[in-house]
């Protein structure tokens, strides 16, 4: 499963300046490492509220896309 859609990446780099569309791809990437990290360790320390912080930031990084 990838974690952009092609078709809206390819889209984002039509209609973008090409250093915005890479500073967004950046973000994004940085984000969603960061939020999957989160989501384990809380996963590994039963941490369901943790665990529900990290996916409602994953949705919200998903959603800017």
Do not use: K, S
């Not at 952009?4 to 090409?18: N, S």
């Amino acid at each position: 499963m990838n974690a952009l859609d092609p078709d809206i990446a390819r889209q984002l780099a039509e209609d973008l300046p090409p250093e915005v569309f890479l500073r967004l791809l950046r973000t994004f990437e940085t984000d969603l490492a960061r939020l999957a990290r989160e989501m384990r360790e809380a996963a590994a320390a039963g941490d369901l509220e943790g665990y529900r912080r990290g996916a409602h930031g994953l949705a919200g990084a998903a959603g800017a896309i």
